[in-house]
């Protein structure tokens, strides 16, 4: 943070149409049995009582698609609480890609995240209005979302509209996802609740793998063709081992996933204890949770101690107090999650590691989160009219990671890595608040500003070595041992954002309301004199009922229009500070140099994005179906960028500006509840289209790598290059008449049993610049599909998301952990059906790997999110002895998914829609998971 703002800043520390149709000419069908069997009472325009139990009766249902309940989340153990609002909420964008509990999901609003590419479209997360670090600790990798508990939160609302993302200014551009707890302000009297439940994890689906003689047949076949290539291949020869059939290394099928798989628990403990009177209220959470993934040594362990409180100090004097306490454990298995080189390369394989597993057991991955996060407001009404509000929250975080890999699981070598990290955000918000009706109209303006200050450190070391003597059980490397590597480093980042701000709301006329935003943020994160800037937005509100006189009892019975544009910001990713950061690094002849990261650009700009949004809401049949459709683009300029400079520079690359991108879509949901008897179905149906566009892109594109994005493409796409089958010798490839060389890529020159790949450009070098826009992660349409049916204290909820469209890119002799075939690795897979051929590249060294060639496939899906089955417990017996809101129910997650034109297990699978061939970002398969539980309230 530079001396001048920080003095400025210091006092103030203080369809899814086909569904759309079903459920409409079902509810059309049933609304019209109402009308003919009951009468209108004309004086109050409201439907009589049906004299028929049997006849369905229709009742008022209007929702926000973009805001759920807690009660919605009841009764489903979660490790992640995106994880739930997958489906849920209009317009939110989640992919479960990683079945380990702990993990982020990728997740963005009104945008698919294109975090892949190295923009980051999360959206600010709030907690009770107190803005939280929305990524994973540097030290344990833990979501932040994981150290929550479901049973506290009150509500989840998505706000995108161009009032809320300028509300929120140079944070607001990649949308906001407001949570608020729980309270005990509904309670009459002291209220404790006790829930409890457990239940089973299952083995998931797992990877065909190649082991026994169709291992042995493969790599031997690989060999062969190493060998036959043009050229010499000193030291590429047919091991021992393979030429021997008979060796019971290949005589049988071991597959390493049946090890490490196995129907594993889940628990989930919660209590709520709760007051409210004369003096205020409070609710006090104690939650624990336990969720053993299938994958051995992967997992989560949360405790939760959760306090909301509300003090009338005076009648006119509030105090409120949150306080968020808690402490998750996530175990990783890292080192045989991703590369399970469970043999080390010698010459005898003959007889397998009796000791392989009990070896495993000496991994050690612990990542350990301690997190506070609080806040404190305190509201004084100086007038009937006038009230001042302040705010200081916190959110504090420490995080370390102890990770240890023993050397018969990791190619004979041991690794160490010891690292720690804290995050502290500390907020003051005040607020000057009035409102007035002046002829009958509504007026409230409320003023304020705020100061955020950030101060984030973290520390790490490793070490690693191999050879003869490894230890496989000591976890400390003393200095009795010969280190291979040893590294270590410190991060200190600090930052602030000041900020003032005005908002306004007025009721222009009966029905129509105007609202309006004007803010103004200044970061230490850009250079002095681009610090600032100003967002301002307007939003109009028109309830139509009045004006074209609606009859609430018909067809058509609630008509609203809102529309809205403004401007908004995103902070830099990296700190303007960066520049101040030195490290040491070899050089030349082993001579250690300096470096600087970063260098200063005083033309460094905050990205900006103009915004636009228009919708409506209508209440259909009496309200008993509520639609609402909205269109919106956001129009985002001056995205960063990295520049790597030449060494003679002094400093290792340069933070620009320049990219542009652009969203727009449409956000659909159609919400209905209807009774028919004693039995009542709530419904719930959200659909998404969104298309993304890159816009602009710098002038000095050529220089600098942006993970194949181009301009009028989306930013999400794949790029691939085309392929003319194989050369049949090397005179069919075409030969650079300067260089006499033949075309290359990759620094290898094409040649016999090579693929024709095209050299667009004519440069004779198959790179980037060749290749071709092949499709886009991006869906077609995405959205979820909920159904809530009740009858006589019996209850079913079943939530489904989906996605239609959308490619995921699969490589060529994909799914296997290591391209190198000289090594003895039980992660080789096979290949998928209908795989291309492979074809060798050979490097300058005469190292041998196979180059695969990628094809898209599709990733649409089905997905049966969650499935509950319960019954609430309202006997008389019960009510008598104090129980009141008890239920016992069953829960199940992710029984099914339907998946077409994707040969993987899961499209969801991927992070980056890519199906890579060492798996680096994909995680743990997602599994099925069966809990029972009881809760029971006094």
């Not at 129509?512 to 002095?528: F, I, Y």
């Not at 500070?577 to 690094?585: E, G, N, Q, V």
């Amino acid at each position: 943070m530079t001396k001048r703002l920080h003095k400025r800043v210091n006092w103030h520390i203080k369809l899814f149409g086909c569904l759309i149709l079903l459920q409409l000419l079902f509810v059309n069908n049933m609304i019209a049995n109402v009308h003919d069997a009951t009468e209108t009472d004309k004086d109050s325009g409201q439907l009589a009582s049906a004299e028929n139990d049997s006849i369905p009766k229709v009742e008022s249902y209007k929702i926000n698609p973009k805001k759920i309940f807690g009660d919605e989340l009841k009764d489903i153990p979660s490790a992640d609480l995106e994880d739930l609002l997958q489906g849920r909420l209009s317009g939110f964008f989640v992919k479960n890609w990683n079945g380990a509990p702990g993990i982020q999901s990728v997740m963005g609003v009104n945008t698919v995240n294109t975090l892949s590419m190295g923009i980051d479209n999360r959206p600010l997360i709030l907690i009770d209005d107190v803005p939280i670090f929305v990524d994973p600790s540097q030290a344990s990798e833990i979501n932040p979302l994981s150290e929550i508990s479901p049973e506290y939160i009150e509500s989840i609302e998505v706000l995108s509209s161009s009032l809320s993302m300028a509300k929120y200014g140079a944070r607001g551009a990649n949308g906001v996802i407001s949570i608020v707890t729980k309270n005990g302000s509904s309670y009459n009297g002291t209220h404790i609740s006790l829930s409890v439940s457990g239940g089973v994890n299952f083995e998931p689906e797992l990877r065909s793998t190649i082991s026994g003689n169709s291992e042995r047949s493969r790599l031997k076949g690989l060999y062969n063709k190493a060998i036959a290539l043009p050229g010499d291949l000193d030291g590429i020869q047919l091991p021992m081992v393979l030429t021997d059939s008979l060796n019971p290394f290949y005589g049988y099928h071991t597959d390493w996933q049946e090890d490490q798989y196995k129907p594993r628990s889940v628990q989930n403990y919660n209590l709520k204890i709760g007051n409210s009177g004369s003096f205020g209220h409070y609710l006090l959470h104690l939650g624990y949770y336990d969720d053993k993934s299938p994958k051995e040594d992967v997992g989560l362990q949360r405790m939760n101690l959760n306090l909301n409180t509300r003090y009338n100090v005076t009648e006119r004097l509030i105090l409120d107090v949150m306080l968020l306490a808690s402490r998750a454990n996530r175990g990783n298995a890292t080192s045989n999650l991703f590369n399970p080189s469970f043999f080390a390369e010698n010459d005898d394989l003959s007889v397998f590691p009796p000791t392989i597993f009990e070896d495993d057991a000496e991994l050690r991955d612990d990542n350990i989160n301690n997190h506070l996060l609080t806040n404190i407001n305190l509201g004084y009404d100086i007038t009937d009219n006038l009230t001042f509000k302040t705010m200081v929250g916190l959110d504090y975080e420490t995080g370390r990671r102890d990770y240890f890999i023993p050397s018969t699981i990791n190619d004979g070598r041991i690794f160490s890595l010891a690292s720690t990290s804290t995050r502290q955000r500390i907020i003051n918000e005040n607020t000057l608040n009035y409102r007035q009706l002046i002829n009958d109209k509504a007026i409230e303006i409320t003023v304020g500003q705020s100061i955020i200050m950030d101060d984030v450190q973290y520390n790490e070391i490793t070490a690693d070595r191999d050879g003869e003597g490894t230890s496989n059980f000591v976890k400390t490397i003393g200095s009795n041992y010969s280190l291979a590597s040893k590294d270590g480093g410190s991060i200190i980042a600090q930052n602030s954002l000041l900020s003032f701000f005005a908002e306004a709301s007025f009721e222009v006329a009966e029905g129509l309301e105007l609202n309006g935003v004007l803010r103004a943020d200044g970061t230490s994160k850009l250079p002095e004199d681009q610090r600032w800037g100003i967002y301002p937005a307007v939003e109009a509100s028109w309830d139509l009922g009045n004006v074209f006189s609606i009859d609430n009892t018909g067809f058509l019975s609630l008509a609203s229009l809102n529309a809205g544009i403004g401007k908004s910001g995103l902070l830099p990713t990296e700190d303007y500070l960066w520049k101040s950061d030195t490290r040491t690094i070899g050089g030349y002849d082993n001579i250690t140099g300096v470096t600087r990261y970063a260098r200063q650009n005083d033309t460094y700009t905050n990205p900006t994005s103009s915004n636009f949004n228009v919708g409506v809401d209508l209440g259909l049949f009496g309200n008993s179906i509520f639609v609402n459709a909205e269109y919106f683009s956001n129009d985002i300029k001056d995205f960063q960028y990295q520049v790597m400079l030449p060494n003679t520079v002094g400093y290792s690359d340069e933070i620009k500006n320049g990219i542009g991108i652009k969203n727009t879509g449409f956000n659909a949901a159609l919400s209905s509840n209807i009774h028919f008897g004693e039995l009542s179905w709530t419904a719930r149906l959200t659909a998404s289209v969104i298309a993304n566009e890159v816009t602009a892109m710098p002038d000095d594109a050529n220089n600098i790598t942006f993970g194949s994005i181009s301009e009028g493409r989306p930013i999400n796409g794949f790029y691939m290059h085309a392929s003319d089958g194989f050369y049949a010798n090397d005179d069919e490839v075409p030969v650079n008449p300067v260089t006499g060389f033949r075309v290359s890529y990759a620094g290898v020159e094409l040649g016999e049993g090579m693929p024709k790949l095209l050299d667009k450009n004519g440069d004779y070098i198959i790179d980037q610049n060749d290749k071709y826009y092949a499709g886009s992660q991006q869906p077609d349409v995405f959205g979820g599909f909920g159904n809530t049916f009740e009858y006589r204290g019996f209850y079913l909820d079943a939530l489904f998301s989906y996605a239609f469209g959308g490619d995921i890119m699969v490589q060529s002799v994909s799914n296997r952990y290591s391209s190198d075939v000289g090594e003895f690795n039980r992660g080789m897979f096979e290949s998928l059906e209908g795989d291309t051929e492979y074809y060798m590249l050979r490097s300058d060294d005469d190292n041998v790997s196979i180059q695969g060639i990628s094809a898209i496939e599709k990733a649409s899906y089905i997905r049966l999110n969650n499935l509950t089955v319960g019954y609430r417990l309202g006997d008389a017996a019960l009510v008598k002895y104090g129980f009141q809101n008890s239920r016992i129910f069953i829960t199940g997650k992710n029984l099914f998914v339907s998946n077409s034109g994707y040969s993987g297990l899961d499209p969801e699978e991927n992070r980056d829609a890519v199906n890579e061939f060492n798996l680096s970002t994909t995680g743990v398969p997602r599994y099925k998971s069966i809990s029972i539980g009881i809760s029971i309230g006094l």
